[in-house]
């Protein structure tokens, strides 16, 4: 059975704690809620419905790719980074195959990928606790998502990492979204485990560059977005209340 469910065509977490089930939105899902979309949909109007939709479905994929060759090669077995490296890359063109997606997504997919390899991003890395791990939180009315990695730096710390494609670098201005959800999940990974990451990551590869981006959240960022994040949760189950037989 899948942990997650739509109603009323919105993505929620089944949690079940102490006897009780919870429906609790995904994190993404209140983000998408409470956010501005005026921009994206005057895009959207821009280069026709249809246009946008091809768009958004090959940016989907091509991320997907990316994550899939992130999440081989970060979690193989293997001792040499070389031999992790060519499994990433044979696991994943088969999965590509399996699941029917283009030889472009997977080029471009594939690209995205190598800017963190090239770049030695990787290395961070010193054991990754956690891959796309459900994390939950009962505060404001509760929320649920799930994160990509949840790391071992080279000092032991714990870090929590969000990884992110795109067409072209970010500015910093453009990502508090991405700063409210790894936010979100620092705090909830806190309230399961008792651990209190020392910071949060969001690494955001691009297609026209080769140097990926890294933004870093200290202790302070982070509850400093949580504060607003929290007010979003809200605000979100006060626009969408659930039925109490749900």
């Excluded at 609790?24 to 209140?30: A, C, N």
Aim: hydrophobic share 35%.
């Amino acid at each position: 059975m899948s942990d997650t469910i739509q109603i009323n065509g919105k993505r929620y977490y089944v949690v079940h704690e102490e006897g009780k089930t919870h429906y609790l939105p995904s994190v993404t899902t209140i983000l998408g809620a409470t956010s501005d979309d005026t921009g994206l949909q005057k895009w959207r109007k821009s280069v026709g419905e249809e246009k946008a939709n091809q768009i958004s479905k090959f940016s989907a994929n091509r991320g997907t790719l990316m994550h899939y060759h992130i999440e081989m090669f970060l979690t193989s077995e293997l001792a040499d980074k070389k031999e992790r490296l060519m499994y990433a890359l044979k696991e994943t063109q088969e999965y590509a195959k399996r699941e029917g997606f283009t030889t472009e997504e997977l080029t471009v997919g594939r690209k995205l990928f190598f800017n963190f390899y090239i770049s030695e991003s990787f290395e961070r890395v010193k054991s990754v606790l956690m891959h796309e791990a459900r994390l939950y939180s009962l505060r404001g009315g509760g929320y649920a998502g799930r994160v990509d990695d949840i790391y071992v730096d080279a000092d032991d710390c714990i870090v929590i990492a969000d990884y992110k494609s795109s067409r072209k670098a970010k500015k910093e201005d453009w990502i508090e979204n991405y700063k409210l959800q790894v936010s979100a999940y620092s705090i909830a990974y806190w309230e399961m485990f008792d651990k209190v990451p020392s910071r949060a990551e969001i690494w955001i590869s691009n297609e026209t560059e080769t140097e990926p981006q890294i933004f870093v959240l200290d202790q302070a960022e982070i509850k400093h977005y949580y504060k607003m994040f929290i007010e979003k949760v809200k605000q979100y189950h006060e626009m969408y209340p659930l039925e109490e037989n749900i």
